[in-house]
């Protein structure tokens, strides 16, 4: 299955639509970077539940190295 096609890509699309009219104007922030600092997160968090705190289930279920996890994980204060 396509994850793009499961409704994730239209979730992000219907919150960056929300994002633009809420700004009314105003110059919006570094659109790339908000996106993944709003997603980052609760990702981690749900792939670390889902793999019962193993980090590194959780690093090859989101294809990145542990080490890279751990960082993100200590980024987000989620250790």
Not at 18 to 25: A, I, K, R, V
Not at 33 to 55: H, S, T, W
Not at 64 to 79: E, G, H, M, P, Q
């Amino acid at each position: 299955m396509n994850p793009c096609q499961s409704g994730l890509g239209e979730a992000v699309v219907r919150s960056l639509d929300q994002y633009f009219q809420d700004l009314d104007g105003q110059k919006p922030v570094p659109v790339y970077d908000m996106v993944l600092k709003c997603v980052e997160r609760p990702l981690f968090e749900y792939i670390l539940e889902r793999a019962k705190g193993n980090q590194s289930a959780a690093a090859q279920v989101l294809g990145i190295n542990r080490n890279t996890l751990r960082r993100k994980l200590v980024d987000y204060d989620l250790l």
